[in-house]
T-cell receptor, first 111, second 115 residues
Framework: AQSVAQPEDQVNVAEGNPLTVKCTYS??????LFWYVQYPNRGLQFLLK??????LVKGSYGFEAEFNKSQTSFHLKKPSALVSDSALYFC?????????FGSGTKLNVKP | DAGVIQSPRHEVTEMGQEVTLRCKPI?????LFWYRQTMMRGLELLIY????????DSGMPEDRFSAKMPNASFSTLKIQPSEPRDSAVYFC?????????????FGDGTRLSIL
């Protein structure tokens, strides 16, 4: 079955430290991959996407993600976390007219 | 620039009642998506439209759910009859010119509680 997995329900990091939110996918072909962020009581907001080309994709708010085809991963990263980055993060992909979303990872950035 | 507008923001109703959720996409966007979010099942795509035509409704849970898009600026998601397990946050999103490579713009959702 095709799917997207976010293995961590929650990630805790101190402000100023680098953060990584993990995502792996299990789909055939060459999927389009993306990350969204959700703040409390709000809809999702687009962060970044990978379609083709450079494996390192830069997005909004200083976030970036690295596509690794051999490991079928698309981890979200930021060099220096802010308290305001605390939110729910969703990885997803689009492949053969279908969307797949991960279960979400709650990021907690502590001062 | 108005974003995706959903109404109502909150709905509480009794089991068996008809529920209608409404969505106004961003002007000019040609794709519209309906999602459901629950703690148990996460975020699920229910259905999406392109130029007012339903493209994929495979995520619609059962016949009690129906969605329409009578014109480019309005869509509804109906549940009839509603059941307690339909309680969730329902999101509408829209995008322009692409379903895969263009970001989706989400509304703030309708929080539905079925008693």
């Amino acid at each position: 079955a095709q799917s997207v997995a976010q293995p961590e329900d929650q990630v805790n990091v101190a402000e100023g430290n680098p953060l990584t939110v993990k995502c792996t996918y299990s789909v055939s072909g060459n999927p389009y991959l993306f990350w969204y962020v959700q703040y409390p009581n709000r809809g999702l907001q687009f962060l970044l996407k990978y379609i083709t080309g450079d494996n390192l994709v830069k997005g909004s708010y200083g976030f970036e993600a690295e596509f690794n085809k051999s490991q079928t991963s698309f981890h979200l990263k930021k060099p220096s976390a802010l308290v305001s980055d605390s939110a729910l993060y969703f990885c997803g992909c689009y492949n053969f007219n279908k969307f797949y979303f991960g279960s979400g990872t709650k990021l907690n950035v502590k001062p | 620039d108005a974003g995706v507008i959903q109404s109502p923001r909150h709905e509480v109703t009794e089991m068996g009642q008809e529920v209608t959720l409404r969505c106004k996409p961003i002007s000019g966007h040609d794709y519209l998506f309906w999602y459901r979010q629950t703690m148990m099942r996460g975020l699920e795509l229910l259905i999406y439209f392109n130029n007012n035509v339903p493209i994929d409704d495979s995520g619609m849970p059962e016949d009690r759910f129906s969605a329409k898009m009578p014109n480019a600026s309005f869509s509804t998601l109906k549940i009839q009859p509603s059941e307690p397990r339909d309680s969730a946050v329902y999101f509408c999103a829209s995008s322009f010119l692409g379903v895969s490579n263009q970001p989706q713009h989400f509304g703030d959702g309708t929080r539905l509680s079925i008693l």
